[in-house]
């Protein structure tokens, strides 16, 4: 059975461009979060979806950062525009279930350095 | 509002010694905790589980118990492996709401 599939898995850009993070939830999970990874501000949870709707996004750090979930097999989290600090690895979870009980399975990651 | 709080690291450790990762927490209601192992270049995994006071989770030779009377959950096992090297996350879940808490994550690394 797939885990939570992310793509790229390590993406190198420059200041100013836009990037895009994909993840694939497992099959039939109905809950999705991205998270950000730094070694200064450990794990943060930037956004979660429940049924493709976005339920709480009040860890995006700033506009910049958006993030999408057209159908229940697909999200992107997008930078526009980019800048050094956003270095960092980000990971997509998925769960089955809404409640806090639910085992959060998370994919590889995503390392991004902006440069 | 809801947090975790374990053992700064790193820890160091001989290969079959007895290792203890403290972890307590604060939380209105009655929250579920985790523990999550994140070995390198990888995403962070299950390790155990308990979803009510005294349950003790177990995996791997890993154990913790869900104590309500002192709000900690923390993590041991008797003797270590080379391969039990890795970040250890302790987190709750806490009722409706469907986003975990992590803490601030312990580095282990076990020498052979």
């Known amino acids: 059975d797939a885990g939570v599939i992310q793509s790229p898995r390590h993406e190198v850009t420059e200041m100013g461009q836009e990037v895009t993070l994909r993840c694939k939830p497992i099959?039939?999970?109905?809950?999705l979060f991205w998270y950000r990874q730094t070694m200064m501000r450990g794990l943060e949870l930037l956004i979660y979806?429940?049924?493709?709707?976005?339920?709480?996004d009040s860890g995006m750090p700033e506009d910049r950062f958006s993030a999408k979930m057209p159908n229940a097999s697909f999200s992107t989290l997008k930078i526009q525009p980019s800048e050094p600090r956003d270095s960092a690895v980000y990971f997509c979870?998925?769960?089955?279930?809404?409640?806090?009980?639910?085992?959060?399975?998370f994919g590889p990651g995503t390392r991004l350095t902006v440069l | 509002g809801n947090s975790v709080t374990q053992m700064e690291g790193p820890v160091t450790l001989s290969e079959e010694a007895f290792l203890t990762i403290n972890c307590t927490y604060t939380?209105?209601?009655?929250?579920?905790l985790f523990w999550y192992v994140q070995y390198p270049g990888e995403g962070l995994q299950l390790l155990l589980k308990?979803?009510?006071?005294?349950d003790k989770g177990s995996n791997k030779g890993f154990e913790a118990t869900y104590r309500k009377e002192t709000t900690s959950f923390h993590l041991e096992k008797g003797s270590v492996q080379v391969s039990d090297s890795a970040v250890y996350f302790c987190?709750?879940?806490?009722?409706?709401?469907?986003?975990?808490?992590f803490g601030s994550g312990t580095q282990l690394t076990v020498l052979p």
């Open positions: 987190a709750l879940g806490a009722g409706s709401a469907r986003q975990l808490t």
């Open positions: 308990a979803t009510k006071a005294d």
């Open positions: 979806f429940n049924n493709n709707v976005p339920i709480d």
């Open positions: 939380a209105t209601g009655y929250p579920s």
């Open positions: 979870a998925s769960t089955l279930g809404g409640g806090g009980t639910d085992t959060q399975y």
């Open positions: 099959s039939g999970h109905n809950s």
